[in-house]
């Protein structure tokens, strides 16, 4: 992000006032993981919820009691294997 701008840059946030509409631009599939105990869970939440509303193929995943970057601050546990094989269906469904 451009130093001295907010999170309200479009980088940052696609929904922001100097931001594009969303709605006529075509988007390859999106995937959003979040972590239930993330600090930007709801922007992750709202980010998806709108891009759905505007559409767009997006899939939601949140796991309940995980906090940000969960899966790789342990990358060899159960919950990051998890990912792994979400992240890999997800690419394998929509890669043509």
């Known amino acids: 992000m451009p130093v001295g701008e907010s999170r309200d840059h479009p980088l940052a946030n696609p929904f922001g006032p100097d931001s594009s509409n969303l709605e006529q631009v075509k988007l390859d599939p999106i995937l959003v993981i979040v972590g239930g105990n ?14 759905k509303e505007l559409g767009k193929n997006i899939e939601y995943i949140e796991f309940e009691g995980k906090e940000h970057g969960f899966f790789t601050h342990d990358s060899y546990s159960e919950v990051a294997e998890e990912v792994v094989q979400i992240l890999k269906r997800f690419m394998l469904e929509n890669s043509k």
């Open 38 to 51: 993330e600090l930007l869970k709801d922007r992750a939440t709202d980010y998806a919820t709108r891009l």
